[in-house]
């Protein structure tokens, strides 16, 4: 099993900036990709962004949804087993409940292909 648990959501006014955290512990895997999904309210689970790497290598890849391109970045600290979603230029569309997943290989953008979740952080840009 893999426990995930985000921090880092709030309220910020349109145009500003947060960080969301995910702190993953537990089962390990060869070759992780971690995700950042939202759910705004009355509307279906979509990707953000995801990130896959090899454990003890370096080289990562990243992967964005159109919406947030340019305007959110994710990374990680191995060292600290935590994944990243820096927010920047928020706008009030991106208002949702934001989801840290997980899974055994590569990156998708499907919910269905990931394993495991967290509890979700809310985010709220006010206008």
């Known amino acids: 099993q893999v426990q995930l648990v985000e921090s880092g959501g709030g309220l910020v006014q349109a145009g500003g900036s947060l960080r969301l955290s995910c702190a993953a512990s537990?089962?390990?895997?060869?070759?992780?990709?971690m995700g950042w999904f939202r759910q705004a309210l009355g509307k279906e689970r979509e990707f953000v962004a995801a990130?896959?790497?090899?454990?003890?290598?370096?080289?990562?890849?990243?992967v964005y949804a159109d919406s947030v391109k340019g305007r959110f970045t994710i990374s990680r600290d191995s060292a600290k087993n935590t994944v990243y979603l820096q927010m920047n230029g928020l706008k009030p569309e991106d208002t949702a409940v934001y989801y840290c997943?997980?899974?055994?290989?590569?990156?998708?953008?499907?919910?269905?292909?990931?394993?495991?979740w967290g509890q979700g952080t809310q985010v709220t840009v006010s206008s």
């Open positions: 990130i896959s790497w090899s454990v003890g290598k370096i080289y990562a890849e990243f």
């Open positions: 537990g089962r390990t895997f060869s070759n992780y990709a």
């Open positions: 997943a997980a899974r055994n290989g590569w990156y998708d953008r499907e919910v269905k292909s990931y394993d495991y």
